[in-house]
């Protein structure tokens, strides 16, 4: 479904105002990733890991300096379905949601393109709303009238909107209170039952062992471990899977 090649990104850094010099430093090193349909990949690693980086990089959302991003086989810029079928969910759904447009706005632009009719669309709307949990009523609200747990809800709305076969989610429930993170994890294990295939990024590993297929450990850029998750949890094979698995 969903392939990174050998890709690397490398991000400039200034060291001052009066210190002209800048360095680089190798925000993915090297790293390659398949993703199969109808599968879950959980790809966790502390701060600073390249775990974004990279899943910007699958998105389509930053371009790689080596490697490539295959869809289907196809390098993502040849694939003319690769935008409507690959969406990312932000950490920070403010990302993605503009606070000038009402939440029906903000679904429209994206429903126009599946159908014509206002009807149709504005049902498709609802239909979207009720499957992440909220009323039809959230239609006409601005995302400053939404709770953080609310606006992530509508930011998995909308990244359903064009029916993808590939959700990315970059840390979705990061800075929201426990009891909203496990509203949003428990909408997350649906979408899983409903066939969806995911990336799940996070820097919690009993979170990614109870959401997803397989888990991909990554450290300093790179890949250090990548296997099932029930395998990989009886018996990690790198120090820095043992060390995370200790924060358990």
Same mark, same amino acid.
């Not at 709307?125 to 939404?146: A, I």
């Given at each position: 479904?969903?392939?990174?090649?050998?890709?690397?990104?490398?991000?400039?850094?200034?060291?001052?105002?009066?210190?002209?010099?800048?360095?680089?430093?190798?925000?993915?090193?090297? $790293?390659?990733?398949?993703?199969?349909?109808?599968?879950?990949?959980?790809?966790?690693?502390?701060?600073?890991?390249?775990?974004?980086?990279?899943?910007?990089?699958?998105?389509?959302?930053?371009?790689? =300096?080596?490697?490539?991003?295959?869809?289907?086989?196809?390098?993502?810029?040849?694939?003319?379905?690769?935008?409507?079928?690959?969406?990312?969910?932000?950490?920070?759904?403010?990302?993605?949601?503009?606070?000038?447009?009402?939440?029906?706005?903000?679904?429209?632009?994206?429903?126009?393109?599946?159908?014509?009719?206002?009807?149709?669309?504005?049902?498709?709307?609802?239909?979207?709303? =009720?499957?992440?949990?909220?009323?039809?009523?959230?239609?006409?609200?601005?995302?400053?009238?939404?709770?953080?747990?609310?606006?992530?809800?509508?930011?998995?709305?909308?990244?359903?909107?064009?029916?993808?076969?590939?959700?990315?989610?970059?840390?979705?429930?990061?800075?929201?209170?426990?009891?909203?993170?496990?509203?949003?994890?428990?909408?997350?294990?649906?979408?899983?039952?409903?066939?969806?295939?995911?990336?799940?990024?996070?820097?919690?590993?009993? $979170?990614?062992?109870?959401?997803?297929?397989?888990?991909?450990?990554?450290?300093?850029?790179?890949?250090?471990?990548?296997?099932?998750?029930?395998?990989?949890?009886?018996?990690?094979?790198? =120090?820095?899977?043992?060390?995370?698995?200790?924060?358990?």
């Amino acid at each position: 479904m969903l392939a990174a090649v050998n890709v690397s990104k490398r991000y400039n850094t200034y060291e001052g105002v009066f210190n002209s010099s800048d360095t680089s430093f190798l925000a993915v090193n090297n $790293v390659s990733l398949t993703l199969k349909e109808g599968e879950s990949i959980g790809i966790v690693g502390q701060s600073g890991c390249g775990k974004t980086t990279l899943a910007k990089i699958l998105a389509g959302i930053i371009s790689p =300096e080596q490697g490539e991003v295959l869809y289907k086989g196809v390098p993502y810029k040849e694939a003319a379905e690769y935008r409507k079928n690959v969406q990312m969910v932000f950490q920070n759904p403010d990302q993605s949601l503009n606070p000038r447009l009402r939440v029906k706005s903000v679904l429209y632009d994206l429903l126009s393109m599946r159908y014509s009719g206002r009807r149709e669309i504005y049902n498709e709307s609802v239909r979207l709303m =009720e499957m992440v949990g909220l009323s039809e009523d959230y239609l006409d609200r601005y995302p400053v009238e939404l709770s953080g747990g609310q606006k992530q809800r509508v930011s998995i709305a909308r990244s359903l909107a064009l029916e993808p076969e590939v959700i990315i989610a970059d840390e979705p429930v990061s800075g929201l209170d426990v009891s909203v993170q496990a509203q949003i994890l428990n909408l997350l294990a649906e979408l899983k039952g409903r066939g969806i295939t995911y990336i799940f990024i996070s820097h919690d590993l009993s $979170v990614v062992s109870w959401l997803c297929d397989r888990v991909v450990v990554m450290y300093a850029g790179e890949i250090v471990e990548d296997g099932e998750v029930e395998a990989v949890m009886r018996s990690p094979k790198h =120090e820095y899977t043992k060390k995370l698995m200790v924060l358990l």
